[in-house]
């Protein structure tokens, strides 16, 4: 309740009593414990000194760098050396901007472009792909693969549809693309001519530089996801006729596999930060939702649904939801939106869309929002919505 209540010592009996730390004893009584018990007496004067001492430096030095700081000390203006110091950094800091204010630049052109090609392809009767978004893990913004024609790219928008940034990636074909914990770096997979090519694990700054290779496969290496800690990056990796679970250290590169037993596995995500991964797999023409503990390199899988094809598995936060893709074995069907209760095992469907597929659905940090492709009116295009059905938003057009 006192937080400043201290034990101290009664200066006349020797025992022991709590004083208020804003209350202390008078001069007489001082005057009585140093002529009953000069050494209590020294001792406390020593504690005193000990603890009075640093506060009267610090405070001499407080008022020292006050004093430096004053407009009246010229001693910098008389210094060539400081002066030419702040010279260069005033020339960095201009040079920065400059190099900030043509990247934005660049950015903008590329942007305007890029709808350019959008409108031509649209009235052409081409399709535009803009696909797998992907939360930021803070909330902020959302990236996702878009392709035009033969011109591949990663966007970043906001939560609202507004483009921050844009990455080409060329005629090479681009996918999946998965934040960093600080959403300073996007992982994405890359193929360098089409989908049937050799795919390849890469790395990209959010601002679209510095696309670096992460991890060359001998055949294919796709679909990353980075965990939530910065320790692993999944990515599925071929294996013959099989495809295996692999994390990768971000750091180092070194890999592990995780999976080994036939199967394709395909979309890996993280559930429970970094202790399981969640992703589909097909095996004897079968799909099912399964889950790796990659400590332990245990696979199990969770469920499948009789007549349907499963896919593209996302947890929330707390895992206690995964939404996926759903899409009955029927020739013409579309998929939809479904989400999962792993404590009651129970599922729900969130877009039913009879005339469109939507697909690779993913949280929001706070589990309240999904956002997910979809291909309504002919066009795939990113949305969002909220996982009670409402509130249902175009992000890109």
Known sequence: ???????????????????????????????????????????????????????????????????????????????????????????ESEQEAAEKEQIR????????????????????????????????????????????????????????????????????????????????????????????????????????TNSRLFVDAEDRAMHPSWDPTNAMIAFIKQDGDDTQLVVGNPRTSVTRQITSTPGQRYHPKWLDEFLFAIYDKTLDGESQICQANVFRREETCLFGVDGFDVSAP???????????????????????IWLYQVANESFFQLTDTPEESEGAPYFSPDGRWVVFHSDKDGQYNIHRMRIDQSKRMQLTN
Request: with cysteine; net charge negative.
């Open 1 to 91: 309740m006192f937080p400043n209540w201290r034990p101290m010592i009664d200066i006349t009996n020797n025992k022991g009593i709590l004083l208020c730390g804003n209350l202390s004893p008078s001069k007489a009584s001082v005057g009585r414990l140093k002529k009953a018990n000069p050494e209590i007496h020294l001792h406390l004067t020593n504690v005193l000194m000990k603890r009075a001492i640093p506060f009267l430096i610090l405070i001499s030095m407080l008022i020292g760098a006050c004093q430096s700081d004053s407009p009246s000390d010229t001693s910098a203006l008389n210094n060539p050396t400081t002066a030419g110091r702040d010279s260069e950094s005033d020339a």
């Open 105 to 208: 630049a660049q950015m903008e052109a590329t942007r305007v472009e890029a709808a350019q090609r959008s409108r031509a392809a649209a009235e052409a009767g081409e399709t535009v792909w803009r696909i797998h978004p992907q939360w930021q893990w803070n909330g902020a913004n959302i990236a996702y693969y878009e392709r035009i024609g033969d011109s591949a790219s990663l966007v970043v928008i906001d939560v609202d549809g507004k483009e921050i940034s844009r990455f080409e990636t060329g005629a090479s074909y681009a996918a999946n693309p998965s934040w960093s914990p600080l959403g300073d770096e996007l992982v994405y997979s890359k193929a360098a001519s089409g989908m049937s090519d050799e795919w390849n694990v890469w790395r990209v700054n959010a601002d679209g």
């Open 314 to 336: 996302a947890a929330s936060r707390n895992g206690a939801i995964i939404a996926f893709t759903m899409r009955e074995k029927t020739e013409g069907a579309t998929s939809d």
